[in-house]
Antibody, heavy 123, light 110 residues
Framework: EVQLLESGGGLVQPGGSLRLSCAAS????????MSWVRQAPGKGLEWVSS????????YYADSVKGRFTISRDNSKNTVYLQMNSLRAEDTAVYYC????????????????WGQGTLVTVSS | QSALTQPASVSGSPGQSIIISCTGT?????????VSWYQQHPGKAPKLMIY???NRPSGVTNRFSGSKSGNTASLTISGLQAEDEADYYC??????????FGTGTKVTVL
């Protein structure tokens, strides 16, 4: 059974940093792309970032480019999202999602999702 | 990376069919058969319902079907049931090697 468990959310001040983790199990982790998708309170889904199975290829939404960094440790079956220079508009539930491709994002979609972790950016 | 456009709400009576549209551009839906649809109940994680425009994952009822014409994709729910009441989001691969979601549609079963 595929399981994705996010952690690391919490309250942070504007301009601060936070690192999210997503521990995966139930599939061959290094074979698939992994992504982060967020949802602001009462709003829709927004794709944030993805990376390939090897970690060699990374992709970012314009809204987070230069501030967020996605990475993975295939020996620990874990994907991370390092978030710097946080803004109020980054407040959201952050979901970890498993993709179905391995090398790049073309044609990817999300077949399994975690339950999400809440990030609140506020002073 | 502008969001794909969906109607804010769609409603129908039990047993009826409804269609949710998802309009994009030549940079996404129009040029790729990589449209997926997700169902999200309140307080829950999204669930994949359709991938690659028309395909259903194992375990998803055949009351859900997808299609595409030009820059508009559609999700049809047939034989509407109370459990179908949820938010629905489309998504597409884009020319800039990104993913984009739709604005979301709230489905209400009357």
């Amino acid at each position: 059974e595929v399981q994705l468990l996010e952690s690391g959310g919490g309250l942070v001040q504007p301009g601060g940093s936070l690192r999210l983790s997503c521990a995966a199990s139930g599939f061959t982790f290094s074979t698939y792309t992994m992504s982060w998708v967020r949802q602001a309170p009462g709003k829709g889904l927004e794709w944030v970032s993805s990376l390939s199975g090897s970690g060699a290829n990374t992709y970012y939404a314009d809204s987070v480019k230069g501030r967020f960094t996605i990475s993975r440790d295939n020996s620990k079956n874990t994907v991370y999202l390092q978030m710097n220079s946080l803004r109020a508009e980054d407040t959201a539930v952050y979901y970890c999602a498993k993709g179905v491709r391995g090398w790049n994002l073309r044609g990817d979609y999300f077949d399994y999702w975690g339950q999400g972790t809440l990030v609140t950016v506020s002073s | 990376q502008s969001a794909l456009t969906q109607p804010a709400s769609v409603s129908g009576s039990p047993g009826q069919s409804i269609i949710i549209s998802c309009t994009g551009t030549s940079g996404d839906i129009d040029n790729y058969n990589y449209v997926s649809w997700y169902q999200q109940h309140p307080g829950k994680a999204p669930k994949l319902m359709i991938y690659e425009v028309t395909n259903r994952p194992s375990g998803v009822t055949n009351r859900f079907s997808g299609s595409k014409s030009g820059n508009t994709a559609s999700l049809t729910i047939s034989g509407l049931q109370a459990e179908d009441e949820a938010d629905y989001y489309c998504s597409s691969y884009t020319r800039s090697s990104a993913q984009v979601f739709g604005t979301g549609t709230k489905v209400t079963v009357l």
